[in-house]
């Protein structure tokens, strides 16, 4: 397994105007590089935190069968209306998994909502119901216990994810998501993903939330 990755430019697609404003999906390369890594053709891949599909979507040009689940409506419309697998994505919530109908999957990559450790709303209820940092990080946990039961065994699970910088607050995410879900499945490492764009300059850093790299979270179900 490389322990870092570089690139070289942002690699996303066209999406609708009215999701602009919260454009934060996993770069496609990023993506790409480890469906490509932990899975092969006719695998079935799952991203427990669907977005607006960006790992269906290449999971299914890559000759994969993409499952999903996402729990804002408009944006489950969204991949559901350009998914060739249209009933593989569920309009639900994902700290609600074991309640699905999911088949023993291969591979799973996403990246959960971030939140820094000063927040008291809590980004994986759609950001409609309170709740601080630890009780995130113990739904974190409890929905890849869940998963836990459909990823196939020796299967590969991967988490994107940083940890923030806001002002004068650092909130260790990366570092806390991996000890949380270590305690469900085994932590094989991170890889780091740096961004090296030539004239770049950007206050938040090349990644964003103050950095100009961030991590993928190798996990194996063993």
Known sequence: MKTFVVFDKYTKR?????FHKYDNRSDEAVVAFFIDSYSKKEDKVIDVFAGLGTTL???EE???????IELIEEKYQFIRKNLKNKDNIIHGDSRKLSEYDIPKCDFSFSSPIFMNKTESINPLSGFTSEGGYTQYLQEIRKIYSNLKTVMKPNSTIVIEVSNLKNQDVLTTLAWDIA???????????EVIIVWNIPGLNLKDGAFGYGYDHHYCL?????
Request: proline content about 6%.
């Open 57 to 59: 979507f290449l999971a």
């Open 218 to 222: 190798v996990f194996k179900n063993i």
């Open 179 to 189: 000890f949380e879900v270590s305690k469900v499945f085994h932590f094989e490492g």
């Open 62 to 68: 890559m000759e994969r069968i993409p499952y999903g």
């Open 14 to 18: 066209e999406i609708p105007e009215n």
